[in-house]
């Protein structure tokens, strides 16, 4: 079955610092999803990769998938309090249709 | 990006009654939505997938009859717990995809319903 780990589980960051958070897949994958979800709220797309070593960015937030496509990470800088959230990668592995996710990140970011 | 919404957004029943959750896709159609419940401090579980038109495909686990869902047309899917009871408790989302049909359509999700049964 497809393993999705993320890292670190939960992060506090100062307000103006700069995070990252990785996504690692156990399989090869043929896209790769980043999601933002506010506390018992839906989730909001935020990028898709699919190409090694691809790197897409939206405002100050960055990801980018290895050339293997194994693992994706996502950089967030100059962190404001709107970045607060949960963060969840969404794999799709080769030969599957459905999207497995991450256990979430929960990012903080105070004052 | 497109635009998913689900009705209600919160429901409180009780235990033995059946609730109706309802996913539109305001701005596109979709061929396929996709089910999931989430545990707290969980991720996202798929429960179903459904494709407009015919039954759905439920996951290893999830049981069919008592997770009723219906994808009547291209823009709306529901939910309905049946005989609902307090394990049934959770936050389910729906997502809606693209109509070109090829598994890399980004899935854009609803809001989320907060179920609570007493």
């Known amino acids: 079955s497809q393993e999705l780990e993320q890292s670190p589980q939960s992060l506090i960051v100062q307000e103006g610092k700069n995070l990252t958070i990785n996504c690692t897949s156990s399989?090869?994958?043929?896209?790769l999803y980043w999601y933002k979800q506010k506390y018992g709220e839906g989730l909001i797309f935020l990028m898709m990769?699919?190409?090694?070593?691809e790197e897409k960015s939206h405002e100050k937030i960055t990801a980018k998938l290895d050339e293997k496509k194994q693992q994706s990470s996502l950089h967030i800088t100059a962190s404001q309090p709107s970045h607060a959230g949960i963060y969840l990668c969404?794999?799709?592995?080769?030969?599957?249709?459905?999207?497995?996710f991450g256990t979430g990140t929960r990012l903080t970011i105070i004052p | 990006g497109a635009v998913v919404s689900q009705h209600p957004s919160r429901v409180i029943c009780k235990s033995g009654t059946s609730v109706k959750i309802e996913c539109r896709s305001l701005?596109?159609?979709?061929?396929?939505m996709f089910w999931y419940r989430q545990f707290p401090k969980k991720s996202l579980m798929l429960m179903a997938t459904?494709?407009?038109?015919?039954?759905?495909?439920?996951e290893q686990g999830v049981e069919k009859d008592k997770f009723l869902i219906n994808h009547a047309s291209l823009t709306l899917s529901t939910l309905t717990v049946t005989s609902a009871h307090p394990e049934d408790s959770s936050f389910y989302i729906c997502?809606?995809?693209?109509?070109?049909?090829?598994?890399?359509?980004?899935?854009?999700f609803g809001p989320g319903t907060r179920l609570t049964v007493l």
């Open positions: 997502s809606a995809s693209g109509t070109s049909g090829r598994a890399t359509d980004t899935q854009y």
């Open positions: 399989k090869t994958l043929y896209g």
């Open positions: 990769l699919q190409k090694g070593g």
């Open positions: 969404g794999a799709l592995p080769f030969g599957n249709e459905k999207l497995t």
């Open positions: 701005d596109f159609q979709a061929t396929t």
């Open positions: 459904s494709n407009e038109g015919s039954k759905a495909t439920y």
